[in-house]
């Protein structure tokens, strides 16, 4: 213990060296400060567990050793609740910023949450309410008299007036806003023009690239990690078809015309494609704002939308070239009886069932978003995979607390089973070489998987360049037809 509080002491020396204006140490998260402030994780009987004043005293320790070697001003983080029965709660933590003020700190950087049992609430994950630490940060501000850093999920321009209206906040910390539009701030202050790119709270991107070991990424800004590639003007004027207003046509349509070049986006039905029913899933309401900042910066960028279905005739001969962005449908199994069924067209308010007994046939993201939909309807849920891994393509804090809530509703989840066939309100199905069935099954939803949609590429790509994007390329996820699109429209 000696040891690491010399660490820190010689980490923050380098700190200073290396130019930092300010350090900030981490009390909260579950790291090690933590480990010693949690009565949940410590279960020491010396002098450092047990009672408040033990459990703090390593972590005072810590800060002494870094003030004795620093002339920096310092400030603490904290989680001001861990969000488990026997973690930090914020009682305890009013008492350690009263201390830390009287240690001289200079602000109280107040979050949530533990990394080990916690993550929703220590990333601030769009499963969990938006606000929850900033009521803390609140009842910190009016015990001390240092300022107190609001941080999680400021990612509108409401947010921060919020925050300065109803919270008085001091100041506030952004995060992941910055990821998914670097002008952020910039935009808030009016110094940057254009519409913000909301960061949906969803970590797909950032959270997921990090773990993936890929590095950090953004669900909806597709220039992260590639800050130093330039989008070069387009060398000599030229007059582009997007065919598909969903996510990768829109993202090709903006980028296509921020370069210079001319584009016309044709779309048969309603822009934003499938990913507008991504939201209607209980816990991805925050996911509603992207396809509305896709629409803003559209129209921002003055690019020609045009309500049609766009076919050979509508393209050969007025263009220099085509994007096809037709994205995906789903894959329907070929399954005697299956006749009447919903796919995710179930998430829309008209097709709600309530009370029904459903079998979701396919397990992946878009079967757990539907399961996790018709449970607080009443709903009883049996899901069917033909493997293992229910909510294998999604990310991972999502999945988790889908399954979890899932289960706690008593959704009957059949893996390695196939459906052989249906007759009236039975589906008759083996599962590992045994059969089984289903009875008295009122809705059947099929998720089972997607498949490309590109009716257009082949006879087109006769008469005249052609660049397929998105899930019509290649199913994939929201970020990939984002990236997609930006990608192909950045290289033409
Ligand atoms: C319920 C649900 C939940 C999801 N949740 C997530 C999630 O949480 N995270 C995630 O990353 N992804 C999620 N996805 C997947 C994501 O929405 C898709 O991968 C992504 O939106 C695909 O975008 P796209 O532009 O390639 O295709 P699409 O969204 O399929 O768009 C294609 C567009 O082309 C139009 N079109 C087709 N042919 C023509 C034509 N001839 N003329 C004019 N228009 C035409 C269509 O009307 C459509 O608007 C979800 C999908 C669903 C269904
Ligand atoms: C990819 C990612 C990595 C993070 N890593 C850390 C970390 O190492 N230490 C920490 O205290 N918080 C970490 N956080 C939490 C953030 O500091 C912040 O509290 C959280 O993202 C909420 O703020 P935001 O909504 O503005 O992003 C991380 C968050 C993300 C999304
Ligand atoms: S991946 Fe999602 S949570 Fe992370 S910064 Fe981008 S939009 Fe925000």
């Known amino acids: 213990m000696r040891k690491a509080v010399n660490l820190f002491g010689e980490g923050a020396v380098r700190a200073e060296k290396a130019g930092f204006d300010i350090i900030e140490i981490q009390f909260g998260h579950g790291y090690l400060m933590a480990q010693f402030v949690s009565p949940f994780v410590n279960d020491r009987s010396d002098e450092f567990g047990g009672s408040f004043e033990n459990r703090i005293r390593f972590p005072l320790e810590t800060l002494q050793a870094v003030m004795d070697s620093v002339n920096l001003p310092i400030i603490v983080r904290i989680s001001g609740d861990e969000m488990i029965p026997e973690g930090i709660k914020l009682p305890e933590m009013i008492e350690l910023s009263k201390l830390l003020e009287k240690k001289g700190v200079i602000a109280i950087h107040v979050s949530a949450g533990t990394v080990c049992s916690t993550p929703p609430w220590f990333f601030q994950h769009m499963f969990v309410p938006k606000g929850k630490t900033w009521e803390m940060a609140k009842k910190i501000k009016i015990k001390v008299n240092i300022p107190t850093i609001f941080v999680g999920r400021i990612n509108s321009l409401e947010d921060i007036e919020k925050l300065q209206k109803e919270y008085s906040a001091d100041y506030i910390a952004v995060g992941r806003a910055l990821v998914a539009d670097p002008d952020f701030i910039g935009k808030y202050f009016a110094e940057v023009k254009g519409p913000i790119r909301p960061c949906l709270a969803c970590v797909e991107g950032c959270l997921g690239g ?24 387009a060398q000599q004027h030229k007059n582009y078809a997007g065919v598909g207003g969903g996510l990768a046509g829109m993202q090709a349509a903006i980028t296509l015309k921020k370069r210079g070049y001319e584009i016309d986006l044709y779309e048969k039905n309603t822009l934003g494609g499938q990913f507008n029913l991504a939201p209607l899933t209980p816990y991805k ?55 009447k069924f919903h796919w995710a067209d179930i998430l829309l308010e008209e097709n709600l069932p309530e009370n029904k007994k459903v ?52 959704t009957v989840f059949s893996d390695h089973t196939y459906i052989k066939k249906i007759e009236g309100r039975t589906v008759y199905a083996e599962r590992k070489g045994k059969n089984i069935r289903f009875d008295d099954i009122d809705v059947i939803v099929v998720s089972t998987s997607m498949t490309s949609y590109n009716p257009l590429e082949e006879e087109l790509k006769k008469k005249m360049p052609v660049y397929v994007v998105g899930d019509a390329k290649r199913v994939g996820n929201a970020q990939d037809a984002i990236r997609d699109g930006y990608e192909t429209a950045k290289e033409l």
């Not at 993936?212 to 590639?229: H, M």
């Not at 996911?287 to 045009?306: G, Q, T, W």
Request: aromatic content about 4%.
């Open 359 to 410: 079998l979701i046939v396919g397990g992946g993201l878009i079967g757990v978003d539907i399961a996790t939909a018709l449970i607080p309807r009443d709903n009883k849920i049996i899901i069917v995979k033909r493997t293992t891994d229910f909510g294998e393509d999604m990310e991972m804090i999502a999945k988790n607390l889908s399954l979890k809530m899932m289960k706690e509703k008593g």
């Open 210 to 233: 990090v773990k993936s070991g890929q590095g950090l990424q953004c669900l909806v800004n597709p220039e992260v990690g590639r800050e130093t590639e330039a989008v070069e003007p």
């Open 285 to 339: 309401k925050s996911m509603a704002r992207l396809v509305p900042y896709f629409k803003e910066e559209l129209e921002y960028n003055k690019v020609n939308i045009i309500f049609k279905e766009a076919t050979e005739s509508n393209l050969i001969s007025k263009y220099d070239g085509v994007i096809l962005a037709t994205g995906s449908k789903p894959a329907l199994p070929s399954i005697p009886g299956l006749n």
